[in-house]
Every structure is written in C-alpha cells, then in structure tokens.
C-alpha cells in the first residue's frame, strides 16, 4: 500500500516511527512542513525535517524529541561566553546537518535534494519530502506583533497571544517536485497528529497541495493531536482557544473536512463521534497518546487496519 503523511514535528516523528515498523518504509512518503526553517548565525535550519529524518534513523533525542540523541552543546557553550544569542539551542552533532545542509545551499541544491542526501546518508529508507523547496517562513501575529515564527516559539515559549499565521512567500511558492504527484498516486494518505495551524497548515497554503488533497482518490485520514482537549504535544489547543476555535478533535476536523474521508479521534473522546460524523466524516477511534513504543505501533496498526 502506498501512503504519504503529511507531518510537522515531534507528535508526527513518532507516529511515524510505528508507522515504518508496520508498512514496508519505501512504501511511504512524508510531506513535511518547512514554514519553522529560518537561518542562525548563517546556517540553514530545518527544524521539522531534521526532526523526522533523524527520528526515522533512530537518532533522534528522547528527551526533547528534536535535535540528535547523546547530544552535547559545547560549541553552543562557546558562543554564549562570546557574547552571542544562543537561546536556540543546536547541538554539536546537530550542527554537523546543518554545516552540510548551508553548504549544499550555497552551491545551488535544492531542500529537495538535500532532503533526499540527508535521509539517504543517515539510512532512512522512506521518502522524506519537503513541501516546497522556496523558503516561506511562518510568521505569527500576536497581541505583541508580528514574531519570525522561532522567535514566538522557542525564544518567548509561545506566550504572547496568537491573532494569526501567515507564510511569508507563499502565494508565489510551488510543490516541491514529487508532492503533487504522490497526492494523487497514493492509496492512502495521512495527516499526522501535529498542530493544524503551524503544522500542517503551511502545507495546506502552499498553492496546488490543498486542490490536490480534494481531487485525490487516495482515502484521506487525519489522526487529531488533541485529546480531551489538550494537544498530544505543544500549543495546539492554546492557539485554537486563542483564535476562537474550539480546542478539541472536532476543532480540528473541522478545518480539514473539504478535504477529509476519515477523523481518528482518541478512545478518550467517543462523546465527539457524532459532532464530528456531523461534519461529514467517517469517525473511527484509536488510542492515540503515544508514551512508548509499543503505543507507536499499537496506533500505526489500528491506522492501517482502518484504510484495509
Ligand atoms: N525547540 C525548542 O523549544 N527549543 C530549542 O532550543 C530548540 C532547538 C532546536 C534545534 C534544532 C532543531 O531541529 C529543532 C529545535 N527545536 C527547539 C524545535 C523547533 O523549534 C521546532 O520548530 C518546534 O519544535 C516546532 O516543530
């Protein structure tokens, strides 16, 4: 069976990560969302990629669920005694992808390309897509301004209230080669549990992908990252609440519901079944929260029992 996952971060690496234990890897692709990307100290940063190549590789770090496991920061530590910003904090390993990743830029790859390199060398076998190749940054209008969307994350820890998100580019941003093309060709396709707005949002406004979710035959699946009204992971349920959304699975089927088939919503949320069916919607439930391993695998083969 051929699946693409449209993904974002943490909550999608690890829905990933049962995913290609129980489905051949080359049989899946995953569109990630390039919105985060922005550039430190020269480098090139892609936060959501790097976060899903190296999850897929077994590299990436438990405790944070982004950067590279056995991390250390000592050249972070030599920038903060040069009197440098050092509140993004990239580790030593994780430094060596981007050194790479700067590099390839500079000689003219593309993210596509450098994508493909990355996930090769590091022995992931699925196929890891950005969704554009042209950089468009998300940027986040808040009660204090508009913020580059890592200053609003992890610089403030999404504090300031949160009016809105737009993508900087991207009325003029295309697909990157090959995403059109698996939309249409895939059996099935997977939103993954990642905030809707930041997420799968910039991959949603990147001109053609959202046509092409409505035309597709692939049967069409999202996984909610919101459980009894709370996000699996991060400011989810925050930025529904603060953008007059309601912050919860239906809160989120219903801005995918021009082009879904299928809602998963966590066991914990039966009494939702019928807002959401409402919709238009198939409903089927899952244990969703993923604290271990097992959890990962569990939820992958409850999904693909769902699309058989
Ligand atoms: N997130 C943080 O909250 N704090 C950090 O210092 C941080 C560093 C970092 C370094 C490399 C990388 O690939 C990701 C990193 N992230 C960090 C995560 C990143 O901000 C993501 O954009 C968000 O987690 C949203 O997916």
């Known amino acids: 069976m051929k699946i693409t996952a449209m993904a974002g971060g943490v909550g999608a690496a690890k829905f990933l990560s049962g995913l290609v234990q129980v489905l051949p890897p ?35 770090n438990p405790v944070t669920g982004w950067g590279v496991r056995d991390e250390t920061y000592q050249c972070l530590d030599r920038l903060r005694a040069l009197g440098c910003e050092t509140w993004f904090a990239l580790g030593d390993r994780d430094l060596a992808t981007h050194v790479y990743r700067t590099q390839r830029i500079q000689q003219g ?24 190749d042209s950089p468009v940054p998300t940027m986040v209008h808040t009660e204090d301004g ?5 200053d609003y ?9 949160v009016q809105g998100f737009t993508f900087e580019g991207i009325e003029n941003a295309s697909p990157a080669p090959g995403v059109l093309r698996v939309l249409q060709e895939s059996d099935a396709i ?19 992908i959202r046509d092409a979710l ?15 009204g709370e996000a699996l992971k991060g400011p989810a ?5 603060q953008l007059g959304f309601e912050a919860s699975a239906s809160g989120v089927a219903s801005l ?53």
Do not use: H, K
């Not at 994350?153 to 300031?160: G, I, W």
């Not at 699946?221 to 009894?228: C, Q």
């Not at 349920?237 to 609440?241: E, F, L, S």
């Not at 244990?287 to 029992?305: H, K, Q, Y």
């Open 26 to 60: 080359e049989e899946i692709t995953v569109v990630v969302n390039t919105g985060d990307d922005f550039r430190w100290m020269g480098l090139y940063i892609c936060p959501d990629l790097d976060t899903i190549t190296y999850t897929l590789a077994g590299l990436d």
């Open 109 to 132: 790859d593309s993210l596509t390309e450098i994508a493909a390199s990355l996930s090769r060398l590091n022995g992931v076998a699925a196929r890891i897509l950005p969704m554009t």
């Open 146 to 150: 508009t913020l580059a969307f890592q």
């Open 153 to 161: 994350f992890v610089r403030r820890n999404c504090q300031p209230q």
């Open 190 to 208: 997977i939103v993954c549990p990642s905030n809707p707005f930041i997420s799968i949002g910039p991959i949603l406004a990147v001109p053609g």
């Open 214 to 228: 409505r035309e597709s035959p692939a049967t069409i699946l999202a996984v909610s990252p919101i459980v009894a």
């Open 237 to 241: 349920a925050v930025m529904m609440r």
């Open 256 to 308: 995918y519901r021009d082009f879904l088939d299928v809602f998963v919503l966590d066991r914990r949320d039966e009494s939702l079944r019928e807002s959401i069916s409402a919709l238009g919607l198939q409903v089927r439930s899952a244990d969703t929260i993923m604290s271990n391993e097992a959890s990962r695998v569990a939820l992958a083969n409850s999904i693909l029992e769902m699309l058989s």
